[in-house]
């Protein structure tokens, strides 16, 4: 069966350092996410992009962050400047379609650790 | 707003016994209602989903119901297993953004 895959499974980097983080979706799918979890929180939603562009984004996707699917296969992350509070479980997840009969698949995750 | 709220945040239950954690959300033009299953270090699992257009709908031991007027969805467990041990997070789809929204969790344990 199919799986989102994510690269690195951890990363570790400094205060203001940048991150990129990268995702391969399931091959069919058009629609990608990316979500992220606090330890011990819940999931949060960051941003949802398809056709190339970002469709939604969260008060949480600020400046510091894009996305961007370099290729026909990934689909990345990019933290410009990294703070503290960065430091999460950052999940990517794919869809075939945008609406209600389209479940999202998630990856297994890279853990932020921001020092 | 968008909001979803689940509680309770913690469960625990006899091995056997049922489970049942609850939600409710706040925009009725929510139509898509997954469950996850989130284990120690894991990505979230999809266990089971509802659609609007249905109110119940069951698979083995896990069933779940949706009460769209009073807007709130629940998930029963049944014959709990100590494997059934996890975070379970109810969402909601707001599709005008294709966006999930998550609740806070339940951490259900199973006591044997």
């Known amino acids: 069966e199919p799986e989102v895959t994510q690269t690195p499974s951890h990363q570790v980097t400094q205060m203001g350092q940048e991150v990129i983080l990268r995702c391969v979706p399931i091959?069919?799918?058009?629609?990608f996410y990316w979500y992220r979890q606090i330890l011990g929180q819940k999931v949060e939603f960051l941003v949802s992009?398809?056709?190339?562009?970002?469709?939604?984004k969260s008060e949480i996707f600020d400046d510091q962050f894009s996305v961007e699917r370099p290729d026909g296969s990934n689909f990345t992350l990019k933290i410009r400047s990294t703070k503290l509070e960065d430091s999460a479980m950052y999940f990517c997840?794919?869809?075939?379609?945008?609406?209600?009969?389209?479940?999202?698949?998630f990856g297994p995750g890279t853990r932020l650790t921001v020092l | 707003g968008e909001n979803v709220e689940q509680h309770p945040s913690t469960l625990s239950v006899q091995e056997g016994d049922s489970a049942v954690i609850k939600c409710t959300y706040s925009?009725?033009?929510?139509?898509?209602f997954p469950w996850y299953k989130q284990e120690l270090g894991k990505r979230p699992q999809l266990i089971i989903d509802?659609?609007?257009?249905?109110g119940e709908k069951k698979d083995q031991r896990i069933a779940v119901t949706l009460n769209k007027t009073a807007k709130h969805f629940s998930l029963h467990i049944t014959e709990t297993q100590p494997e059934d041990s996890a975070v379970y997070f109810c969402?909601?789809?707001?599709?005008?953004?294709?966006?999930?929204?998550f609740g806070s969790g339940t951490r259900l344990s199973i006591r044997p």
């Open positions: 997840a794919s869809s075939l379609g945008g609406g209600a009969g389209d479940t999202q698949y």
């Open positions: 091959s069919n799918h058009l629609y």
């Open positions: 992009f398809y056709n190339n562009e970002i469709s939604e």
């Open positions: 925009d009725s033009a929510s139509n898509y």
């Open positions: 509802i659609r609007s257009n249905v």
């Open positions: 969402a909601a789809l707001y599709s005008s953004a294709s966006k999930i929204i």
